[in-house]
């Protein structure tokens, strides 16, 4: 996959300290660009930057601390990465939660969290990325990683499969906004089903069930998902591609 066009060109990537984040992170500092990296467990995201410096990596993390439930903070991300690198080129929206937080008896926090982080830091993001990259008139890419949660309902997991459902309809609404303007920018998402990262654990609460889930067939890793990034950077500028699926071989559903 030729990532050429892309080289030196600045990433923003969220949800960066561990799982699919920290792997599109690592990914995408390889393959030669600059990547702001953003969570809020500042250290994990610096042992990211340590290691890929160490590691003679062409490209670069930038660890940058932000809590996406806070908008200020967001909106100061964006300034930060205008006045240090002239601006995004690359959103990759990969912060997520789920909470096992059924809707006939789970907690309203939860379910707010869920919705901050999924649906309104996503979507806050993405208006400032695309103010930014207009102003450039560049021909920038915003990934979403969404979750096959968005085309089926898991037990329990009403919710959360709703703000992953919201992300499906604001990645098409996007692509129409996008397209109304004959802008250059493109948007896609990728909804993986199960991958083997902390959500699992922080989603049921108990460490033996994460144990027991992951013991039932090989699922899909980090870099499976970074590797879809960087397939979808490395179509032509006239194919956008919208939404990959991909699960597990012996994923049952």
Known sequence: MNLDRWQQKVALVTGASSGIGQAVARTLATAGMQVVAVARRYKRLEALRRDVEDSGSPGAIKALQVDLL????????????????????????????????????????????????????????????????????????????????????????????????????????????????????????????FVETEFAENFHKRKDAVVDFYAKYKVLQPQDIADAVTFILSTPEHVQVHDILLRPLHQPA
């Open 70 to 193: 806070d908008e200020d903070q967001i909106l100061a991300m964006f300034r930060t990465t205008r006045d240090r690198f002239g601006g995004v080129d690359l959103l990759v929206n990969a912060a997520g939660c789920g909470h096992f937080a059924p809707l006939s008896s789970g907690r309203t926090d939860h379910w707010r969290e869920m919705l901050m982080i999924n649906v309104l830091a996503l979507s806050i993001c993405t208006r400032e990325a695309i103010a930014d990259m207009r102003r450039r008139q560049a021909a920038g890419q915003i990934i979403h990683i969404s979750s096959m949660a968005g085309y089926r309902v898991p037990t329990d997991g009403g919710v959360y499969a709703a703000t992953k459902a919201a992300v499906r309809a604001l990645t098409e609404a996007s692509r129409q906004e996008l397209r109304a303007i004959d802008s250059p920018i493109r948007v896609a998402a990728i909804s993986p089903g």
